[in-house]
């Protein structure tokens, strides 16, 4: 029987991200296991076509992403999570989101992650695909794709 004890969550703190983390919560419990849950800051370029950023006003954007993405996460748990006892731990990377997802599946060893897919349609979807598509592709534990209410 499939038990998990490690469970990730990305999250974008959107109302679907939301619901991944309720999910992951009475899954949480049913099975006594720990949720990691993880949003991810797209990294900043520091040249654009005609224009490049100063690393100290990259370091400072980091850093304001960081702290806005750790009190948002405090708040979806606050929100989701509090009143029970499932242990949980926020984590803020910086990167291409399905990579950091995959890495964090990786080096903590997670046994099941639960996602939300944001459903794109169209040809950007073809092209580009969506975090969700690529993390199940690359997943080496059990997804959970919820799929937009």
């Not at 100063?54 to 009190?71: A, M, N, P, V, Y």
């Amino acid at each position: 029987m499939f038990a998990p004890k490690s469970i990730l969550v990305p999250t974008d703190f959107s109302e679907f991200s939301d619901n991944a983390l309720q999910t992951a919560k009475d899954i949480a419990k049913q099975y006594n296991a720990k949720i990691y849950l993880l949003h991810v800051i797209s990294t900043v370029r520091p040249c654009g076509v005609d224009y490049c950023i100063d690393e100290r006003t990259i370091d400072t954007l980091e850093k304001k992403g960081i702290e806005f993405s750790q009190d948002m996460m405090q708040k979806q748990i606050v929100k989701i999570v509090h009143p029970e006892n499932v242990e949980i731990e926020p984590y803020v990377a910086s990167g291409q989101a399905h990579e950091e997802i995959l890495k964090q599946q990786r080096s903590r060893n997670i046994d099941l992650i639960v996602i939300a897919s944001h459903g794109k349609t169209g040809i950007l979807a073809h092209l580009l695909g969506s975090v969700a598509e690529k993390v199940v592709r690359g997943a080496t534990c059990p997804v959970v794709l919820l799929k937009n209410k």
